[in-house]
């Protein structure tokens, strides 16, 4: 059948007369008919969104995840999607790292690139032993950190700034075990240089890579701590892989392409953590 149909089409686009008869009856309706079908698609998708980022969304608290129980303070976030964080399927890729960190009785943490707290509120609710250092160059992401700080009741342990180069970070003063993450969209290479690995020659990192911006930072991240630190590397997976693989019992009914959009963190390219701890503490 396929193949009479693409005979008939195949003679009708050569002869003239068959075509303009086509083109102004059977190809317009189908057109039309594509595009209504289109729009009931994406109209159900919307609805199914919808229900499903309220469902998520409900009281602004994390439900999964290292963080479970975080609370916002609005619902908001800053250079990411805000509806994998309340679920807690955001970076997943590092959760079990995150728990290896959570373990860990550090002194000291400092997030560089924290956005609107998600990593400096929820270490800091989940090491109690710890002062953490949150600085971004965005005042709303500032100023939703530190609301999130006070109604996790972690507000005296956190300590916000703006602009953190490579002196604000060598200046902080770490005590006993300290760690630094940093998400830092492609400084890494300025604020990370030669001189850190002996200053930072007894601490963890905890560094997100953006080999896309620069494809150069991976190499020279390596070249500065290989020496003195281990190196663990971690991968982010595609949205597509998150759709078919993470499970939530919010997602529950929902289909593929709703959990594709739920999941969504929208990444340029495949994504690399380099989690480094000293050779020697």
């Not at 860990?104 to 250092?133: P, Q």
């Not at 709303?140 to 970070?169: H, P, Q």
């Amino acid at each position: 059948m396929k193949s009479l149909i693409k005979i008939v089409i195949h003679h009708a686009v050569q002869n003239d007369l068959l075509w303009a008869i086509l083109n102004a009856t059977v190809i317009p309706v189908a057109q039309y008919a594509t595009t209504e079908r289109r729009k009931k698609s994406l109209s159900s998708l919307a609805a199914d969104i919808e229900n499903a980022t309220k469902l998520i969304s409900q009281n602004l608290t994390v439900k999964h995840g290292a963080f479970q129980g975080m609370r916002y303070p609005d619902a908001k976030s800053v250079g990411s999607a805000l509806v994998p964080k309340l679920l807690g399927s955001y970076e997943r890729e590092i959760q079990p790292l995150l728990e290896r960190i959570c373990s860990t009785e550090y002194s000291e943490i400092v997030d560089i690139g924290c956005a609107e707290g998600y990593y400096a509120v929820g270490l800091a609710m989940r090491i109690k032993t710890a002062t953490v250092f949150a600085f971004d160059t965005d005042k709303e992401a500032i100023r939703l950190c530190n609301a999130m700080a006070k109604i996790n009741n972690v507000a005296r342990r956190i300590v916000t700034g703006s602009f953190c180069d490579n002196a604000r970070l060598h200046s902080i003063p770490f005590t006993k075990r300290g760690l630094i993450i940093s998400d830092c969209e492609g400084y890494e290479r300025e604020l990370f240089t030669k001189e850190s690995a002996s200053v930072f020659a007894h601490l963890d990192l905890l560094i997100e890579i953006h080999d896309f911006l620069d494809i150069g930072i991976s190499s020279h991240i390596r070249g500065v701590f290989e020496a003195s630190h281990k190196i663990e590397v971690y991968q982010s997976i595609d949205d597509i892989q998150k759709a078919h693989q993470y499970v939530y019992k919010e997602l529950d009914g929902f289909d593929l392409p709703t959990r594709r959009e739920i999941l969504a963190e929208n990444r340029p390219a495949i994504m690399e953590w380099f989690y480094m701890q000293p050779r020697q503490y």
